[in-house]
């Protein structure tokens, strides 16, 4: 019991120490690496995006939250699309929804391959819509 008591005033002492002892730290903003590309630096050392910090609770809020992002991402799309000068096309394959993203121009040593991305979890908090 003794020891207990000693343990439980002990983790007092250093929980009210801990917390009387702390201090708010200005942010600070750390160079890039060197390894970094020019192309990538932008996206590493701009701001977060302005969802990064939302924690929804409830499922018609994970639902919202999940809707807001995917309007501003179908925004970017034909910007993207036009960049990276490939065509889009929905398709289904063995009845799942598939996008079939063919590059316009394709080198000859990459005409005979195929890539197959899967992605099973984009919709696991959006499943029953």
């Given at each position: 019991m003794k020891?207990?008591?000693?343990?439980?005033?002990?983790?007092?002492?250093?929980v009210q120490t801990t917390l009387a002892n702390?201090?708010?730290?200005a942010v600070q903003h750390f160079p890039n690496?060197?390894?970094m590309s020019q192309a990538l630096q932008p996206l590493v050392s701009g701001e977060p995006?302005?969802?990064?910090?939302?924690?929804?609770?409830i499922n018609a809020e994970w639902h919202k939250w999940v809707d807001t992002i995917a309007a501003q991402t179908l925004k970017t799309l034909p910007t993207l699309k036009?960049?990276?000068?490939?065509?889009?096309t929905a398709t289904q394959l063995g009845n799942v929804n598939a996008f079939m993203v063919t590059?316009?121009?394709?080198?000859?040593?990459n005409q005979n391959?195929?890539?197959?991305?899967y992605?099973?979890?984009s919709r696991r908090y959006h499943h029953d819509k």
């Open positions: 020891f207990k008591f000693t343990a439980l005033v002990f983790m007092l002492t250093f702390t201090a708010v730290v690496p060197s390894t995006s302005p969802f990064w910090n939302d924690h929804p609770k036009e960049r990276m000068q490939v065509s889009v590059s316009k121009t394709i080198a000859p040593y391959r195929i890539l197959l991305h992605n099973s979890h």
